[in-house]
């Protein structure tokens, strides 16, 4: 069964940041390729970056130059950090592999 488990959200002032993670069950985590996604309300769920299982990585470009998303593949992790934070970051960022989603964690950016 597979399990991805989200941490890390919670309110922020603009400016700030987050370190968000997934801890990631039931996989071959290693030739994995994992990714963030994000839903405001009353929007679309969008891309928000990827990192394949060589390392690579690519980012939405509303998020290029601030967030960060990373592996430890001993762990079976995965970590997106948030810098900079925006109001128009404020979403529900889910942790994706595949067709298996996390349940969530609000991230919300407001003074």
């Known amino acids: 069964q597979v399990q991805l488990v989200e941490s890390g959200g919670g309110l922020v002032q603009p400016g700030g940041s987050l370190r968000l993670s997934c801890a990631a069950n039931g996989i071959i985590f290693r030739l994995s390729t994992m990714s963030w996604f994000r839903q405001a309300p009353g929007k679309l769920r969008e891309l928000v970056a990827k990192?394949?299982?060589?390392?690579?990585?690519n980012y939405a470009d509303s998020v290029k130059g601030r967030f960060t998303i990373s592996r430890d593949n001993a762990k079976s992790l995965v970590y997106l950090q948030m810098n900079n934070l925006r109001p128009e970051d404020t979403a529900v960022y889910y942790c994706?592999?595949?067709?298996?989603w996390g349940q969530g964690t609000q991230v919300t950016v407001s003074s």
């Open positions: 990192i394949t299982s060589d390392g690579t990585t």
């Open positions: 994706s592999t595949t067709q298996y």
